[in-house]
């Protein structure tokens, strides 16, 4: 299915993420080297939150708590790494030019992160988009912005000018889920009396079969296209012609 493109878009927050069971559990030198290597060809990172590592065996059980990990940020501030044993996640915050460029980006360090822990088996896999609109006109209702918006209080004279709706979902044809988080809420404040709303949406697999570079790709174009389909459903169409 093809969809417009949007020269205005929303998107403020891109993520690629995945949760496997390691065979290596690497060590800080090699988590840190997972933002080092790429560093010429993207941006230069810092650390920002060190936590201490202590190198485990494989027989030991790591409690959630326990798990260590690397965060570091582009001096930029456009790129989030976060690394542990069990877990990778790049997120791309600001400056998002196109599907293409965010996931070679974030395939370059899961490729890293494969060769120094060895997955046996991926949990989940997903990549998440935040989406913001912002300092629209007013309308006498939020379905200006959103189409689902929650129904007024049975038998009393007012309006929602403030609600969050969240839904998880699962799509038997593709084995994916879906995490929606839908916001808007009247900005009192502003000169025109606009709307803000913010649209969260994660789309993921649990369990998916295959560690191999091509099955993970396969599976987060397929989450890709259910990512799409959520946007464009979830956006009155007058907004999107705005955003065009």
Request: positive net charge.
């Amino acid at each position: 299915m093809e969809y417009m493109h949007l020269s205005k878009s929303p998107i403020v927050e891109a993520s690629f993420y995945i949760e496997c069971v390691p065979t290596n559990y690497i060590d800080r030198e090699k988590a840190k080297n997972i933002t080092d290597k790429l560093s010429r060809e993207f941006a230069a990172f810092k650390v920002i939150d060190d936590r201490r590592w202590r190198v485990r065996n494989l027989s030991e059980q790591i409690p959630e708590g326990s798990r260590k990990s690397i965060i570091a940020e582009s001096e930029d501030h456009k790129i989030l790494i976060v690394v542990r044993s069990n877990y990778l996640s790049v997120t791309l915050r600001r400056g998002y030019t196109g599907w293409s460029e965010f996931i070679t980006l974030a395939f370059k360090y899961l490729s890293k992160y494969i060769d120094y822990t060895c997955p046996v088996k991926i949990n989940k896999i997903g990549i998440r988009y935040v989406n913001e609109l912002i300092n629209l006109p007013l309308s006498s209702h939020p379905k200006a912005i959103l189409k689902e918006v929650p129904a007024p209080r049975k038998g009393l004279a007012c309006v929602p000018v403030e609600y969050m709706l969240k839904d998880t979902q699962y799509y038997p044809d593709s084995d994916l889920f879906s995490t929606v988080v839908q916001s808007e809420r009247l900005m009192r404040n502003s000169p025109t009396m606009s709307w803000r709303a913010l649209v969260d949406i994660d789309v993921f697999a649990v369990d998916p079969k295959g560690v191999q570079m091509d099955t993970i790709r396969e599976r987060i174009e397929k989450a890709r296209k259910l990512k799409n389909n959520l946007f464009f459903t979830l956006i009155h169409e007058e907004i999107l012609e705005i955003l065009k």
